[in-house]
């Protein structure tokens, strides 16, 4: 990993507030680069998709799926950033901020992140906040019930056996915006004063 680049992750529940947070901390840090893990859903044709009965005559393919996306273009992608010279206008490393709901569940990026954090919500406002966004393709009914939440709980699970020595902090996604935004500004700060003692 370069030490002139800090990764930090932002994953969590569907609809937790991960963009918004990591958009927030772009526009704080002068030195930063930020990666969306939608970038790198796979397109709807892709052969590599599963497909799951929604409903009786309703097939739709698995978004909450590793197989969703494309791991490999995604890791190049975090490669290529970390090999080039960071923007610098200070003397802390420069930051990759890295969001997604998957991202800690794929050890070859898992890996590169110096700090970890994982949005909760629970169920019921997870479902609020999912029905006020439009999605490409649209979730048919019953999505949600059947495939959103049940496979969040599965990858939040399966999570825990791709993890390396750096822990996942977990923040309470009800909170107040600035709250969480608060309390990640003050972490990453400290990581940061702590690299440029080393």
């Known amino acids: 990993m370069s030490s002139k680049w800090m ?8 609809c937790g507030g991960k963009t918004t947070l990591t958009q927030r901390l772009a526009q704080h840090f002068t030195d930063c ?13 892709d052969p590599n998709h599963e ?12 978004w909450e799926s ?5 791991w490999q273009a995604m890791t190049n992608a975090i ?13 802390y490393p420069a930051l990759l901020i890295v969001d997604g709901f998957l991202i800690f569940n794929y050890k070859p990026i898992s890996d590169v992140f ?21 999605y490409l393709p649209p979730d048919p009914n019953g999505y949600f019930e059947s495939w ?19 822990p996942i902090e977990y923040l309470d996604g009800s909170l107040d915006k600035d709250i969480i935004f ?17």
């Open 7 to 14: 990764i930090i992750g932002i994953s969590g529940v569907t």
């Open 33 to 45: 680069v930020t990666m969306d893990q939608d970038q790198y859903f796979r397109l709807e044709e």
């Open 51 to 62: 497909w799951v009965d929604v409903s009786p005559g309703v097939r739709h393919q698995n």
């Open 66 to 70: 590793m197989a969703s996306m494309d």
């Open 79 to 91: 490669n290529d950033i970390i090999a080039k010279e960071p923007p610098k206008s200070s003397d």
């Open 114 to 134: 110096y700090k970890k954090f994982f949005i909760t919500i629970d169920k019921d406002e997870c479902l609020r906040r999912r029905t006020e966004r439009a």
């Open 148 to 166: 959103v939440w049940p496979m969040y709980l599965k990858n939040r699970h399966l999570m825990n056996d791709c993890q390396n020595d750096v």
């Open 182 to 198: 608060e309390t990640v500004l003050e972490n990453i700060n400290q990581l940061l004063s702590q690299q440029t003692k080393l």
